[in-house]
């Protein structure tokens, strides 16, 4: 979650970048107006206007605005800098102004500062004292002017006016810039908030995927989970029944994000309910499919249930909608666990089916995720089960002892998926592995 002051650093930063871009276009009119007038015929004309000022002040505005690209500290300071390059400009239109008897060429030049200055600041502190400044000093050039070639009321209309639209400028310029100040302050508000419930989100999570299993006799259980977003539908459980079996539940719920993560933990509640109660996996999840249908009308689950005997190794399981099993054999063998069943929490009513089968010592039980095998390399090719079978089977070959190798394949799939996708997830990424000792 952000802190107070990088919340404020940030605003802080929108709002430079806009006042920043601003000063760059003020800047170039100033750099395209002084550059036409280098070519003027003051001279010609009857004008006191040095060239080598005009040259100096071409120069400098191109300056300027080159180092606003370049210089943290001009663009920083860029307020400041815009405020004396003004106040210069300013004091140097009213100087010609006055030696030049009101010439309507610079008339118009000092209009034309008068009206981009209210367009490029964001403090009205600056903007009052600088039109204050403008606005005396051009009424006395205006009085005091020799032989005006622009009548006194008109003089000081075209003073008066630009200085007037400039404030009114800046105040409309400063209510938006308000009203994008408390957009940002509401933004950062709902952002806040949103960033605490997803971290709520996540704790959720990571409860309803199991990392501290039963250390039983007879039996070692491991797992391992990675989402797609801060959260997301993944869900591992298990139950131990007081006749000694234990359940377990492996789902995926249809999605990603806050509304994945609470049906899936309504499941894991549903489940930790119903595995107590039915005595086979598949009424344990037709059981939860009618407490969960009419609660849950957009996320659809596949998921599969396992009934687990630790006395004599055998496994009941049935599948909704999920890919199947595989059994790693103690002699390297592997087997896929097949059967059919469709998803819970559908339109239609699930077709579910319980299967059975008896392991011996040394066999392992793997259960996986779409997100483990639908993973893209960078020509598109899906990596898929066979792949994955493959690779375990060159792990299981290069083992050492059985009954500290749970980890060391679940880890070994887990890498093999991130190599292939170079990274990338499309889906949770969930893995458990039953191992029988």
Known sequence: MKSKGTKEKDDQFQLDEEVLKISRISLSVFFTFITFGIFAPTEELGLYDPTWIRLLHSCSTLTVIILTFFSKRVRKNIQGILLVFFYTISAHSLLLLYWNSLSIGYLVGMILVITCIGVSFVEKRWLIHYLSFVVSFGILVGIYAEKPQVDLSLYLSAILTPAIVSYLTLNVRLGSVEKLRESQKQLAIFHDRISYDLELASETQNNLVTKKWPKTKGFVCHSLFQSFDQVGGDAISYVERPDGKFVFYFADVAGHGIASAMV???????????????????????????????????????????????????????????????????????????????????????????????????????????????????????????????????????????????????????DKVLRYSKGRQSDDMSLFLLEIE
């Open 264 to 414: 899936s933990a309504m499941s894991v509640l549903a489940f930790k309910i119903h595995a107590l109660e039915q005595s086979e996996p598949a009424s344990c999840l037709r059981s939860m499919h009618l407490d969960l249908k009419n609660l849950v009308n957009t996320n659809h689950i596949s998921a599969c249930v396992v009934y687990f005997s630790p006395d004599d190794k055998k496994i009941s399981f049935s599948y909704a909608g999920h890919p199947p099993m595989l059994l790693l054999k103690a002699s390297g063998k592997i087997e896929v666990l097949e059967g059919s069943g469709t998803l819970i929490v559908s339109l239609l009513d699930p077709k579910l089916k319980n299967y059975q089968r008896t392991l011996e010592s040394g066999d392992k039980v793997l259960l996986y995720s779409d997100g483990i095998v639908e993973v893209f390399d960078d020509s598109g090719e899906i990596l898929g089960e066979d792949s994955i079978i493959e690779d375990l089977k060159n792990q299981i070959s290069e083992l050492p002892a059985v009954s500290s190798s749970g980890e060391i394949i679940l880890k070994g799939i887990f």
